[in-house]
């Protein structure tokens, strides 16, 4: 019976071990596609979904390095910040540490084939010694020996890695967005990549948690870029406590505030009917991006409007206003306004600004043939030669005063013209001769002044005949003339948009500001009465994944709503919420969210558009308007305003040089806005404290003496405030930390001729009984806003 018994539990230990494995072996079955079949650059999933690969970090050949060696830290956060509808993105990052020992030899190899390479360069008899190997391998040899050093000494670290990014969608037009989004961001920060087509298997095996992958996919980094590539964080995380006040959201009455450095780019369509308050939205919203996020504002228009006086904006922000046509402002097209910033590429300049002009005569002179294209490509070198302007000779042109003239041009065309078969030339010279009439304005020089923070370039008195050809040169004008301030950043607004939008080739040329910008920090906000501008050329969905951010004002016809809606795919909800909104209201669209809004103006922004203010602030305290008249002093002296001790709109702080920053109440629950000093700030700390110590202080400070009590602050030595109710001396120390005993007990002592109340918080109350005891010992909240009313009381008994 023994010997049968023990067979029995070894059975059924096997009977267990072998359903156990037999589990584990149907798991991959369970978790892998019942089918997937592969395309030349998809695979299909299912049948139904569609995936394509691209893999980060592979450069187009063998002497480029995938990664940039400067590359931005914050790249993967760009990366899972971006939104999507329609498709989905995931990313594959898979890491192999290497050996320090491994890692100096496969140097010391690559060290070695570099010094052989030099090596076949030189003259081996020393006979020419020009013959030098090529600057390239001399600084990767320096890299080398650094690179080996940093390694010997435990400084970094390599890593084999291997980057692969996923789009999922169910059709080609959705995987082509989300690749889109991707390349933008990888483009943008230099980072080069590989579709592997005719390998979307292989490369889509390789991301999965295989046990194998492929040896294409694979580079090697440095500890630097493998952590800054590690997606070390929460994707769905959203950091929107700074950023760029939008307005208020129409169903919760919260601030709708969003922080435009996490969505793929900065730029944004705006669509309003006439009357929908569309010129008033964008007024608001570029002071708000001048003096909350300390960009460049360029404001482009064609047209005058009388409701909206943004010369008024533009004026109070100490601007320049560019009157284009028969005022005082001209712009000689011909002209090559470089920044000196940018010296170390004006060739670059010269061919951006010769490409520009040809854009400016393709609207200009419309229907013009790819023969007279040529020509005038031709013709404009002819006519700089004249002037001793030569392309490849940046010396003739950077400091030049004596540019040619749209006359100088028709010259030329005149003179070719006399050769009866150029009948190129003989076009152009008639259709230019308004160049000597009504268009004669723009021989004059240059004199716009581009110095300013906030500069307002008004065409509206241009000649209509040559308008639309001025707005697309002007637009790409401020385009090229900042690009190079990448650390400024400048936003490009365009009302009435519609211009770029009647052709293939300007929405094509609009197209590529939007995909470059990014990469010089030109944020391009683009206002049109209709997104139908952008069907007729056949580039909606290209527009749709380049401009994240999307603004659908209200106050529009149900006749006109299903062309929206289509555009911007609203479900009924959304349509109805748009439907319902009136003049400066709408739908704000980022990402995913779709938000009903309303871009409500402060006191002060429509004091400042309506010119019933037009000088700049005289005082920090103009347009503020407080609760309470002794905050004041509290204000003036300590530079921070709680969201609460104003009454009306605190987002006016943000243009008298505040931050906003969220924090804890010190009285009550939650949390509050509160709005910090610039200049007192460093960093997360205010002086020498840190927001939170800060700001509890003056909150604690800010409700007695609303209640008549004279308070006396010390931000660096003594209790952090004194007051007295009757005779009685009180003294507050708020402890945010675990002070040792013996400080804590010093405190005690020093106040020893008034009550000392120590405040602290939920995770150092307990300490703070331990050492001090729990009487005059509070938790900075309810217990601590009962405790300040209990002495009011018996003050007032």
């Not at 301030?485 to 590529?512: H, P, W, Y």
Request: proline share 4%; aromatic share 10%; with cysteine.
């Amino acid at each position: 019976m023994k010997y049968l018994s023990r067979f029995k539990r070894k059975v059924a230990v096997a009977v267990m071990e072998a359903e156990k494995e037999m589990f584990f072996d149907s798991l991959p079955r369970r978790i892998a596609p019942a089918t997937i079949e592969e395309m030349p650059t998809y695979i299909r999933i299912n049948g139904t979904l569609m995936a394509r690969c691209i893999v980060a970090g592979i450069p187009p050949t063998s002497d480029l390095s995938g990664y940039p060696a400067d590359m931005n830290p914050r790249v993967i956060d760009e990366l899972m910040n971006l939104s999507s509808t329609g498709y989905q993105i995931a990313y594959s990052f898979a890491v192999i540490p290497i050996s320090n020992v491994k890692s100096m030899k496969m140097i010391d190899i690559a060290l070695y084939a570099n010094k052989v390479s030099q090596e076949s360069f030189r003259d081996k008899k020393g006979l020419d010694r020009n013959k030098q190997p090529p600057l390239k391998k001399v600084l990767e040899e320096e890299d080398f020996v650094q690179n080996y050093r940093e390694i010997f000494k435990g400084k970094q670290k390599m890593f084999h890695t291997a980057f692969i990014i996923i789009f999922f969608g169910k059709t080609d037009t959705e995987l082509r967005a989300a690749e889109s989004h991707v390349k933008v961001i990888l483009e943008s920060n230099r980072i080069y990549y590989e579709a592997p087509d005719y390998r979307q298997l292989d490369t889509f095996l390789s991301a999965q948690p295989f046990p194998f992958s492929q040896d294409f996919t694979w580079c090697e980094l440095f500890s630097y870029h493998t952590s800054a590539l590690l997606g070390t964080r929460n994707p769905n995380s959203r950091t929107d406590e700074t950023g760029l006040l939008f307005g208020q959201d129409l169903k919760t009455g919260k601030d709708v505030m969003i922080d435009l450095t996490t969505l793929s780019a900065s730029h944004m369509l705006l669509v309003g009917p006439t009357g929908s308050g569309k010129t008033f939205t964008s007024m608001i919203l570029l002071m708000r991006a001048l003096t909350m996020l300390r960009k460049r504002v360029i404001y482009i228009t064609p047209k005058a409007d009388m409701g909206t006086d943004y010369r008024a904006v533009c004026e109070y922000f100490g601007g320049a206003v560019i009157d284009i046509g028969n005022g005082i402002s001209n712009i000689n097209p011909l002209q090559i306004l470089y920044d000196e910033q940018a010296h170390g590429d004006l060739i670059r300049v010269f061919d951006d600004h010769f490409e520009l002009l040809t854009q400016f005569f393709q609207v200009l002179f419309e229907g013009l043939s790819i023969n007279m294209t040529n020509y005038i490509s031709e013709s404009l070198i002819e006519t700089y030669k004249q002037k001793g302007i030569i392309r490849g000779i940046p010396e003739t042109w950077t400091n030049k005063t004596d540019f040619p003239t749209m006359l100088d041009l028709r010259e030329v065309w005149i003179e070719d013209s006399k050769d009866t078969k150029n009948v190129t030339a003989k076009a152009l010279a008639d259709k230019s001769f308004l160049f000597t009439t009504s268009w004669s304005f723009m021989n004059r020089p240059t004199n716009i002044n581009l110095s300013s923070d906030f500069i307002v370039c008004d065409i509206s008195s241009v000649p209509e005949s040559l308008k639309d050809a001025l707005n697309v040169f002007t637009t790409g004008l401020m385009g090229l003339r900042f690009r190079t301030d990448t650390k400024k950043g400048t936003v490009l607004m365009i009302d009435e948009g519609a211009v770029f939008l009647r052709n293939q080739k300007l929405s094509t040329f609009l197209l590529r500001a939007l995909t470059q910008g990014r990469s010089f920090g030109v944020s391009l906000w683009l206002a049109t009465q209709q997104p139908s501008d952008l069907q007729k050329v056949n580039l909606s969905e290209e527009f749709r994944t380049n401009m994240p951010l999307s603004i659908i004002l209200g106050n529009m016809r149900s006749d006109t709503v299903d062309i929206v809606k289509g555009f911007f795919k609203l479900d009924e909800n959304a349509t109805n919420d748009l439907l319902s909104a009136g003049v400066g209201e709408g739908l704000l669209l980022a990402g995913e969210e779709v938000i009903p809004i309303k871009f409500k103006p402060s006191m002060l922004e429509e004091e400042i558009i309506k010119r019933r203010l037009n000088n700049k602030i005289a005082s920090v305290h103009d347009g503020i308007k407080l609760i309470h008249d002794g905050l004041l002093n509290l204000v003036t002296e300590h530079g921070l305003i709680m969201q609460d001790w104003i009454d009306g709109d605190d987002s006016t702080l943000s243009q008298l040089g505040y931050e906003p920053r969220r924090v804890q109440r010190a009285i009550g629950s939650g949390l509050i806005r509160a709005w910090i000093k610039t200049d007192i700030m460093n960093g997360e700390m205010v002086m020498n404290q840190s927001i939170d110590h800060y700001s509890t202080i003056l909150q604690i400070a800010g409700w007695l003496q609303q209640h008549g009590i004279m308070v006396d602050i010390q931000h660096l030595d003594g209790p952090d405030i004194a007051f007295k109710i009757s005779e009685q001396q009180y003294y507050v120390e708020f402890e945010h930390g675990e002070q040792s005993p013996q400080i804590l007990q010093q405190k005690k002592q020093d106040t020893s001729n008034g009550r000392l109340v120590f405040v602290g918080t939920s995770s150092n109350i307990k300490y703070l009984y331990r050492n001090v005891g729990e009487t005059d010992t509070y938790k900075r909240g309810q217990q601590l806003a009962d405790f300040l009313d209990s002495i009011i009381e018996s003050n007032s008994t």
